[in-house]
Every structure is written in structure tokens, then in C-alpha cells.
């Protein structure tokens, strides 16, 4: 999940951020592995086409949670990997851009 960027009163919509290309990078000697216990993965890819500043939705990772890998409780230790993209339109004025991007894992 993430919020819009912003550089004061200028922002990038986080509609516009996403994760893809997801994998499951496992921790060699763990108990949870590609043999026994696969993570399943989602991709979170960023709007279609790049959306504007205060345009409402929760394409990306914006607005709503996103679930990016999943696997039993307990299993073991296993990294998530993946490419994060942002597509900021071309009326994006020059700034130092800022936004929170929160992983959560249960």
C-alpha cells in the first residue's frame, strides 16, 4: 500500500507505483523451499495508463492493501523479490518527491 507522492504542493498519484515480476527468493538450508512448500505470488502492476494527481481509485498500490506472496503460518524463511515501478506523467513538475510505502506482513 502506498500513499501519493508529493513534493509540497505538487504530487504523483500512487496509482501510478507498482511491484511485479514477484518471486519467491528462497534461504538456502530452510525448511521451506521451491520441493516442499511453495510461496505463492501476485503482481501489483501500476495502472494501465498513467493517472493524474488527485484522480481518485486504488489501482497500483494505492489506497487499498495488496497482497504480494503468501505461505503457511510457520513454515519458514523465504525473501520476497520484485521490481518496483513508478510512471509519473509528463506534466510532473521538477522535485524531490515523497511517499510511504507499507509492507505488512501477518
Known amino acids: 500500500m502506498s500513499t501519493d507522492f508529493t513534493a509540497g504542493t505538487d504530487s504523483i498519484n500512487a496509482q501510478n507505483l507498482g511491484f511485479t515480476g514477484v518471486q519467491p527468493a528462497y534461504v538456502a538450508g530452510n525448511a521451506l523451499n521451491a520441493a516442499t512448500k511453495p510461496v505463492l505470488t501476485f503482481d501489483n502492476a501500476a495502472s494501465a495508463?498513467?493517472?493524474?494527481?488527485?484522480?481518485?481509485?486504488?489501482?497500483?498500490?494505492?489506497?487499498?492493501?495488496?497482497?504480494?506472496?503468501?505461505?503457511?503460518?510457520?513454515?519458514?524463511?523465504?525473501?520476497?523479490?520484485?521490481?518496483?515501478?513508478?510512471?509519473?506523467?509528463?506534466?510532473?513538475?521538477?522535485?524531490?518527491?515523497?511517499?510511504?510505502?507499507?509492507?505488512?506482513?501477518?
Not at 59 to 75: D, E, I
Open 49 to 106: 495508463t498513467v493517472v493524474g494527481p488527485g484522480a481518485a481509485g486504488t489501482a497500483g498500490l494505492r489506497g487499498t492493501p495488496k497482497k504480494f506472496a503468501s505461505a503457511a503460518n510457520g513454515a519458514g524463511t523465504v525473501d520476497v523479490v520484485g521490481t518496483m515501478t513508478l510512471n509519473a506523467p509528463t506534466s510532473t513538475p521538477a522535485g524531490t518527491y515523497k511517499a510511504t510505502v507499507t509492507f505488512t506482513v501477518l
